[in-house]
């Protein structure tokens, strides 16, 4: 089966660090983008940063460039989103999804699940 | 950065009427555009991509249409597991999606 597997929750304190996983199955890993995306409660969805795992070429959001770093394994089929310093604000879900490039820049044709991230005190 | 904008927020379609979305782009983006369906408690789904190509094994009552700067996704005929939340993003430059518009039951 084609898929991404993200564990379902992580909950930390403010100032903690913390990295999340993607690992791909079913399909060539090293042969397409992973990218995150994240959904405040109740809110829509952000691009947040997308990398190759093939090369590790990888390119984030302004919004997010320097607050997150996205990396990947492929000999393990896995791509992560960690941070530093985690703040209340970063409470959200977390999705992976695949991206297919047209041209220069991507649709997403899988999603994980998500994980959802609680940052409290 | 391209902003996208869908209307209306919230869309209230009796089942087996047809429901019309609608997402603008602020700048023109060709045929650059995914539609997703985001179920409550679900993650994302790709519904159409290329503007009106529909993503595998997604039913012929969705379609996708528009270029340049407009563009609608219609459901023909809504069945109940189709009231959830859409999605739409463009990939013209770095990917941005709109707010959402909310599908309920009339």
């Known amino acids: 089966e084609v898929q991404l597997v993200q564990p379902g929750a992580e909950v930390k304190k403010p100032g903690e660090s913390l990295k999340i996983s993607c690992k791909g199955s079913?399909?060539?890993?090293?042969?397409?983008?992973i990218a995150w995306v994240r959904q405040m409660p109740g809110k829509g969805l952000e691009w947040m940063g997308i990398?190759?795992?093939?090369?590790?070429?990888?390119r984030y959001s302004p919004s997010f460039q320097g607050q997150v770093t996205i990396s990947a394994d492929k000999s393990i089929s896995t791509a992560y989103l960690q941070w530093s310093s985690l703040k209340a604000s970063d409470t959200a879900m977390y999705y992976c999804?695949?991206?297919?490039?047209?041209?220069?820049?991507?649709?997403?044709?899988?999603w994980g699940r998500g994980t959802l991230v609680t940052v409290s005190s | 950065e391209i902003v996208m904008t869908q209307s209306p927020a919230t869309l209230s379609v009796s089942p087996g009427e047809r429901a019309t979305l609608s997402c603008r782009a602020s700048q023109d983006i060709s045929s650059n555009l995914a539609w997703y369906q985001q179920k409550p408690g679900q993650a994302p789904r790709l519904l159409i991509y290329?503007?009106?190509t529909r993503a595998t094994g997604i039913p012929a009552r969705f379609s996708g249409s528009g270029s340049g700067t407009e563009f609608t996704l219609t459901i023909s005929s809504l069945q109940s597991e189709d009231f959830s939340v859409y999605y739409c993003?463009?990939?013209?430059?770095?990917?941005?999606f709109g707010q959402g518009t909310r599908l309920q039951i009339k």
């Open positions: 999804a695949r991206g297919v490039v047209t041209d220069i820049y991507w649709h997403f044709d899988l």
């Open positions: 993003q463009q990939y013209s430059h770095w990917p941005s």
């Open positions: 290329g503007a009106s």
């Open positions: 079913g399909y060539s890993f090293t042969k397409y983008w």
């Open positions: 990398i190759y795992p093939g090369d590790s070429d990888k």
